[in-house]
């Protein structure tokens, strides 16, 4: 089956300082990858997303590249604000999966400044 | 102007209630979905409907009902609640095009706790 594994948080930083929070999955086929953002007390939104392989995503200077060879789809973003803080979550649907996602556990980003 | 709403926002209730939550989008989407944060962030889909139609069903207890009157609205309807089901709730919806991911626009998420 499809899933996706996120690195384990709370990730603190301090303002400026690079991001990246990595995110591998195993799914069969060629699956769509997506990283959502849920900030505190809000739903999710979508932050960005891949389809294919070594497409880059990008939005609000986030980026990630979809990795096949590695199964990865790692976040990252070079200087955070206080403002990013918030729980990421890494997802893929899987053709024929009639667009459900699978989500990782989510990451937990407080930035400091 | 809310594309995905749900009420209520918080629900507080004892154990062996029935309770239910309500969805509506206005974006025009075809199918709608139920999905469960549980107490670590962890979420994991529960239903789709796709204009009025069940399409997904996930390993779910027959506890939860979905009901979808238009393709709009989306409820969720919880009999006999348990501690267990303390949760956020949340909906989404997005369109329906063959043959392509579909973004899903969510729901602000509905906090239910079971005493």
């Known amino acids: 089956g499809n899933s996706v594994t996120q690195m384990e948080g709370p990730v603190t930083l301090s303002e400026e300082a690079f991001l990246t929070i990595n995110c591998t999955y195993t799914?069969?086929?060629?699956?769509?990858l997506f990283w959502y953002v849920q900030y505190p007390g809000e739903g999710l939104q979508l932050l960005l997303k891949a389809t294919k392989a070594d497409d880059k995503g990008s939005n609000k200077g986030f980026e990630a590249t979809y990795r096949k060879e590695t199964t990865s789809f790692h976040l990252e973003k070079g200087s955070v604000q206080v403002s990013d803080s918030a729980v990421y979550f890494c997802a893929l649907i899987n053709t024929g999966t009639a667009s459900k996602l699978t989500f990782g556990t989510g990451t937990r980003l407080q930035v400091t400044l | 102007d809310t594309a995905v709403s749900q009420t209520p926002k918080y629900l507080v209730t004892q154990m062996g209630n029935d309770k239910s939550i309500k969805c509506e989008q206005n974006l025009g989407h075809d199918t709608m979905y139920w999905y469960k944060q549980d107490s670590k962030k962890f979420l994991k889909i529960m239903f789709s409907?796709?204009?009025?139609?069940?399409?997904i069903n996930e390993t779910v207890p027959n506890r939860f009902s979905p009901k979808s009157p238009d393709k709009a609205h989306l409820n969720l309807h919880i009999n006999s609640l348990e501690l267990g089901d303390s949760a956020v709730y949340f909906c989404?919806?997005?369109?329906?095009?063959?043959?392509?991911?579909?973004?899903?626009?969510f729901g602000p998420g509905t906090r239910l706790t079971v005493l």
């Open positions: 409907y796709n204009n009025k139609e069940l399409i």
């Open positions: 799914a069969t086929g060629y699956p769509s």
């Open positions: 989404a919806s997005s369109p329906h095009r063959a043959g392509s991911y579909n973004e899903q626009f």
